[in-house]
């Protein structure tokens, strides 16, 4: 019988991090997942992994942190999902975002070199890196123009992966991962906003979350957020870290794009959100300039037919589908929610 395989993965409690540890459980992995120490021990992603996973601190700012996760458990893989992930808050906080999402994941391909790990290594690349480009379809040879200080950080990042793998024969690869949404999104995100936000409305929620603002998400019933005419395309994160593990599997690295090769904008998000509550979106949700980008990028579409031809990976959940289901979740742990404060 073959030794049980071993991965570690940062950024556990977030939505990737969360689905992959999942999906790794399934396969028989043994997951390490790297959290950043914090007095917040709260991590609703991975309440049910409670027992089944090893959580260990470290911190991508922190070099030593990572060498002894990585020389403790010497993993056959290693997935690094963590980065600071926004990117609006990137415009705010350009050097934290460069020292983790830029140089993170360069310290921990320094300790798999430095320790001579036999570990293969994703790193989670996003379309981000093509920014501005005006090509109406993206494929792993379009050129990168990235233009926000997440997109940079997250360009630097993939070709020092690049760079890795042609200089120390280091089984690396970038997943170029277009949008991808889930229940377990956070609210920094524009998909989750508005299906958190049909749900406050949809159920009278008088007290709605907050938005990244500190302010609440929904008040007099509406919502406020940024362009409506930004277009993405968006798809299924829970599909989405199958390719990341497929990615890894290959003879040989490479890189990916990882999307649905389809486009609908923030305001059709907010159409079909709504309706699936029975709501009209022109009711509740409003534009403010303080959700707007500095600059936007391009609407394109991601060509998946690599990894389709290589990988055997295609996306299955329809963007209408998608966002059904995130109403249903929020609806569900809201009214779960106003339950349990109607019965204490």
Same mark, same amino acid.
């Given at each position: 019988?073959?030794?049980?395989?071993?991965?570690?993965?940062?950024?556990?409690?977030? @939505?990737?991090?969360?689905?992959?540890?999942?999906?790794?459980?399934?396969? *028989?992995? /043994?997951?390490?997942?790297?959290?950043? !120490?914090?007095?917040?021990? +709260?991590? /609703?992603?991975?309440? +049910?992994?409670? *027992?089944?996973?090893?959580?260990?601190?470290?911190?991508?700012?922190?070099?030593?942190?990572?060498? +002894?996760?990585?020389?403790?458990?010497?993993?056959?893989?290693?997935?690094?999902?963590?980065?600071?992930?926004?990117?609006?808050?990137?415009?705010?906080?350009?050097?934290?975002?460069?020292?983790?999402?830029?140089?993170?994941?360069?310290?921990?391909?320094?300790?798999?070199? !430095?320790?001579?790990?036999?570990?293969? $290594?994703? @790193?989670?690349?996003?379309?981000?890196?093509?920014?501005?480009?005006?090509? =109406?379809?993206?494929? =792993?040879?379009?050129?990168? !123009?990235? &233009? &926000?200080?997440?997109?940079?950080? %997250?360009?630097?990042?993939?070709?020092?992966? /690049?760079?890795?793998?042609?200089?120390?024969?280091?089984?690396?690869?970038?997943?170029?991962?277009?949008? +991808? =949404?889930?229940?377990? !999104?956070?609210?920094? $995100?524009?998909?989750?906003?508005?299906?958190?936000?049909?749900?406050?409305? %949809?159920?009278?929620?008088?007290?709605?979350?907050? &938005?990244?603002?500190?302010?609440?998400?929904?008040?007099?019933?509406?919502?406020?957020?940024? &362009?409506?005419?930004?277009?993405?395309?968006?798809?299924?994160? %829970?599909?989405?870290? /199958? #390719?990341?593990?497929?990615?890894?599997?290959?003879?040989?690295?490479?890189?990916?794009?990882?999307?649905?090769?389809?486009?609908?904008?923030?305001?059709?998000?907010?159409?079909?959100? $709504?309706?699936?509550? *029975?709501?009209?979106?022109?009711?509740?949700?409003?534009?403010?300039?303080?959700?707007?980008?500095?600059? =936007?990028? #391009?609407?394109?579409?991601?060509?998946?037919?690599?990894?389709?031809?290589?990988?055997?990976?295609?996306?299955?959940?329809?963007?209408?589908?998608?966002?059904?289901?995130?109403?249903?979740?929020?609806?569900?742990?809201?009214?779960?929610? %106003?339950?349990?404060?109607?019965?204490?």
């Amino acid at each position: 019988m073959s030794a049980q395989r071993r991965a570690v993965v940062t950024g556990i409690t977030g @939505q990737d991090g969360s689905y992959l540890a999942d999906l790794l459980l399934e396969k *028989g992995y /043994e997951v390490i997942g790297i959290a950043r !120490r914090s007095t917040h021990i +709260h991590h /609703e992603n991975i309440q +049910h992994l409670a *027992g089944k996973i090893i959580v260990e601190y470290a911190d991508l700012i922190d070099p030593h942190s990572i060498d +002894h996760v990585l020389d403790t458990y010497k993993p056959d893989e290693i997935y690094n999902l963590a980065a600071q992930s926004v990117p609006a808050d990137s415009w705010r906080q350009p050097i934290v975002t460069a020292e983790i999402t830029a140089l993170g994941p360069v310290r921990i391909m320094e300790s798999i070199r !430095r320790l001579k790990l036999d570990a293969r $290594f994703y @790193q989670a690349t996003s379309r981000e890196i093509f920014g501005g480009t005006q090509d =109406e379809v993206v494929d =792993e040879f379009t050129p990168f !123009r990235a &233009n &926000n200080p997440y997109g940079v950080a %997250k360009l630097y990042a993939h070709l020092m992966v /690049e760079t890795y793998r042609e200089s120390y024969d280091m089984f690396a690869c970038g997943g170029i991962l277009f949008n +991808h =949404e889930s229940p377990r !999104r956070s609210l920094h $995100f524009v998909t989750r906003k508005v299906t958190m936000a049909v749900a406050c409305i %949809k159920l009278g929620v008088k007290h709605p979350p907050l &938005n990244e603002l500190g302010q609440p998400l929904v008040e007099n019933n509406r919502l406020k957020i940024g &362009n409506l005419d930004a277009v993405r395309d968006w798809g299924y994160a %829970k599909e989405y870290v /199958e #390719a990341m593990w497929l990615m890894l599997q290959q003879d040989q690295p490479t890189d990916y794009v990882i999307a649905t090769n389809t486009a609908y904008t923030i305001k059709d998000l907010c159409e079909i959100a $709504f309706a699936h509550a *029975g709501l009209n979106w022109k009711d509740h949700v409003e534009s403010d300039e303080q959700f707007m980008r500095p600059t =936007e990028i #391009a609407a394109s579409k991601g060509n998946y037919t690599k990894a389709k031809a290589d990988l055997g990976w295609a996306p299955e959940t329809s963007f209408e589908d998608l966002i059904a289901l995130m109403v249903d979740e929020d609806l569900r742990l809201l009214w779960e929610h %106003k339950e349990r404060s109607a019965s204490g």
